[in-house]
Nanobody, 122 residues
Framework: QVQLAESGGGLVQAGASLRLSCAAS????????LGWFRQAPGKEREFLAT????????FVIDSVKGRFTISRDNAKNTVYLQMASLKPEDTAVYYC???????????????WGQGTQVTVSS
């Protein structure tokens, strides 16, 4: 079992930066890759980024690459999503999730956090 808890969301203006955190817990959390997704109202859940259990191997989708960065601190069992130059279209609920590998599809993730709202005003 892995428990995930996101934090760091909020209301920001366009162009601002925000760092989301996801605290992971459970006896096997170190075995899992961790990923970030988002879901805007009326849209499907969208994969954003993933990092493997070591923290060395990362993947970020092209549409946010250069603005979003994923990192992992295994000493704190925490994964981060650093977001810069935020746009109104980044408004969504952001979720972290755990999977056995660095998958990109939501169906491949076994555990999910409750989500944190990010709202970007224009």
């Amino acid at each position: 079992q892995v428990q995930l808890a996101e934090s760091g969301g909020g209301l920001v203006q366009a162009g601002a930066s925000l760092r989301l955190s996801c605290a992971a817990s459970g006896p096997t959390v170190s075995w899992y890759a961790l990923g970030w997704f988002r879901q805007a109202p009326g849209k499907e859940r969208e994969f954003l980024a993933t990092v493997d259990e070591s923290g060395a191997n990362k993947f970020v989708i092209d549409s946010v690459k250069g603005r979003f960065t994923i990192s992992r601190d295994n000493a704190k069992n925490t994964v981060y999503l650093q977001m810069a130059s935020l746009k109104p279209e980044d408004t969504a609920v952001y979720y972290c999730a755990a999977a056995t590998r660095t998958y990109t599809g939501p169906d491949d993730y076994d555990y999910w956090g409750q989500g944190t709202q990010v709202t970007v005003s224009s």
